[in-house]
């Protein structure tokens, strides 16, 4: 499963906005049933993770540690208790509660990022900031892809 692109979209006073069709679209194609929206670890944003990606992502953290391990058990914790099952509504739009709204400085104007696996849902000015820093892309690229840095 992949998504790519970015969409703007507006959030009602409610908090609900339409999840973009494309999006729904790749969901509706794999079976995606159930969606976890959780803070980003990194970033300023939200993430929308299809419940078997959000399955396999918490897998990885609990093959990682076990019920004596504190620093393992602690990041296990903290990726899960900041996470949230929702819905898509018969109109096909989320609701985002309003604490994770205030945490990634939502407003009126959003952008969905499909990244890979994950949606990611940011604030529409702080989205088009990031995404214009192509010289930031181009050397994380390099050194990411260089066949010379190994």
Wanted: charged share 25%.
């Amino acid at each position: 499963m992949r998504f790519t692109g970015n969409i703007d979209a507006k959030m009602d006073e409610k908090g609900r906005v339409f999840l973009p069709a494309i999006f729904r679209k790749v969901m509706q194609r794999e079976g995606v049933e159930g969606l976890i929206l959780r803070r980003d670890v990194f970033q300023k944003c939200l993430v929308l993770y299809p419940e078997n990606v959000w399955n396999t992502q918490v897998d990885a953290i609990t093959q990682r540690t076990n019920m004596f391990d504190s620093n393992g058990r602690a990041a296990l914790r903290g990726f899960v208790a900041g996470a949230e099952s929702i819905s898509l509504d018969s109109n096909g739009r989320i609701l985002i509660p309003q604490r994770y709204a205030e945490i990634a400085d939502l407003n009126h104007e959003v952008r969905f990022i499909g990244v890979d696996d994950t949606i990611e849902i940011w604030n529409r000015q702080t989205a088009i900031d990031l995404l214009s820093r192509t010289d930031e892309l181009a050397q994380s690229l390099e050194t990411l892809m260089n066949p010379k840095a190994e």
